[in-house]
């Protein structure tokens, strides 16, 4: 009943009132149109509004992708964002990029953005605070973490080289210790780079940051240690026994 009540007392109206209403409502309809249109040119090109100011400004892309994919990831305290990928449009300058979660040790970065580039991270792994840690007794698993260390094997691209204090990523210094190092190896996807330093078995990403401890040794000895195919273990001999750890 309402609608038809309604449009009786519409066509009861006068046709000039009426022409007039529809001029208005597709008026407003086509500047709506004019307006999104406007915006999505503006943020394709990658223009951005600075409300502070009220000024339009170029933008930097920052894009993360990350493991766990439920961490929390963080642009200078702000744009708090749950799921990977994740990629922002920010203003030119810098920035500290956080990525986190509980019982995981965090990963931070500190950007300087410059307008109409992308800065972008990819598949940057948390690693556990306390991984859980069983006993190996595979004959199979205990065999490939006893197996002679050989760097064609291990480090396919052979452009991973190591010194008692220093890892090389073929020309590029990754970072230089202070105390010494031992038993260098890739993390599969060869974004982090794994080494015994005393009593820990330790992991670094490949740019020489976010340095994180994975286990802690029973002595400063030198063991022999591997990551599972798909990085989700660490296998590693502590003793006279062997270990796996699930590290993320």
């Given at each position: 009943m309402g609608y038809h009540k309604v449009m009786r007392q519409y066509h009861h109206k006068p046709r000039d009132q009426r022409l007039c209403e529809i001029i208005i409502g597709q008026g407003i309809v086509g500047l709506m149109i004019v307006v999104v249109s406007l915006w999505l040119i503006f943020w394709g090109f990658?223009?951005?509004?600075?409300?502070?100011?009220?000024?339009?400004?170029?933008?930097g892309v920052i894009y993360l992708s990350y493991w766990p994919k439920?961490?929390?990831?963080?642009i200078s305290g702000q744009n708090k964002q749950r799921s990977s990928p994740y990629y922002s449009?920010?203003?030119?300058?810098?920035?500290?990029?956080a990525i986190s979660k509980d019982n995981y040790q965090p990963w931070t970065a500190s950007i300087k953005v410059e307008a109409d580039k992308v800065y972008s991270f990819k598949n940057v792994v948390l690693f556990?605070?306390?991984?859980?840690?069983?006993a190996l007794t595979d004959k199979d698993t205990i065999s490939s973490?006893?197996?002679?260390?050989?760097?064609?094997i291990k480090n396919p691209q052979g452009d991973l080289v190591a010194s008692a204090y220093e890892i090389w990523n073929g020309n590029t210094l990754v970072t230089r210790f202070s105390k010494p190092i031992s038993g260098v190896i890739w993390y599969p996807g060869n974004e982090y780079i794994g080494f015994q330093q005393t009593d820990e078995i330790r992991i670094i990403e490949k740019n020489g940051t976010n340095d994180n401890l994975l286990v802690k040794l029973s002595s400063s000895n030198e063991t022999k240690f591997i990551f599972s195919w798909d990085g989700s273990s660490l296998l590693y001999k502590n003793g006279d026994k062997y270990y796996k750890a699930d590290i993320n």
């Open positions: 990658g223009y951005k509004i600075n409300w502070q100011n009220m000024t339009i400004k170029h933008t439920d961490a929390e990831a963080l449009q920010v203003f030119p300058g810098y920035y500290e990029v556990k605070i306390k991984p859980e840690i069983q973490i006893d197996a002679p260390f050989d760097s064609l």
